[in-house]
């Protein structure tokens, strides 16, 4: 039995010094990204250099937390010990206004009510290990129902 079959709680993301301001960030019900001061590129996840252009230099900068389901999958089964009870469960990729896209779950609602293009917002799951995840769950009313925000 390795260490990922032991445990019951959820299996956190590894924290880097990259990507440790985001983290905080999280904890603190912000979400925030770094933003390239040459290209304006808005990334994730978090990298010393831009994608785009190749730049070191970046700030970091908040995200509104509202975007809309790219992808996702109904997990049906639990792989880990973490979500036996928690079945079924939805994770999918959530395209940012900002532009990141995030591998995420959809809360607070049915899982077989997940769309592809559903508006969400972020909210925030303090897991037993302590570290704030950004969860998203529907947004709620549907006035952004038509905006593309894709680049
Ligand atoms: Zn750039």
Redesign the pocket.
Same mark, same amino acid.
């Given at each position: 039995m390795d260490a990922f079959e032991q445990t019951q709680n959820r299996i956190d993301p590894k924290i880097t010094v990259d990507s440790k301001p985001f983290w905080d960030a999280c904890a603190q019900h912000r979400l925030i990204f770094q933003q =390239?001061a040459? !290209?304006?590129?808005v990334r994730w996840p978090a990298s010393v250099i =831009?994608p785009? !252009?190749?730049?070191f230099s970046f700030i970091w900068t908040e995200s509104r937390g509202i975007g809309r389901v790219y992808s996702f999958v109904i997990f049906r089964r639990a792989f880990h010990p973490y979500f036996e009870n928690r079945i079924p469960y939805v994770v999918a990729s959530v395209l940012l206004e900002e532009g990141p896209v995030l591998l995420t779950n959809i809360v607070g609602c049915e899982a077989t009510s997940v769309e592809c293009d559903m508006p969400v917002e972020v909210v925030f799951l303090k897991t037993e290990n302590r570290v704030t995840l950004p969860l998203f769950s529907p947004r709620s009313g549907s006035a952004l129902k038509g905006v593309n925000y894709a680049r």
């Open positions: =390239c040459v !290209c304006g590129h =831009c785009e !252009c190749s730049s």
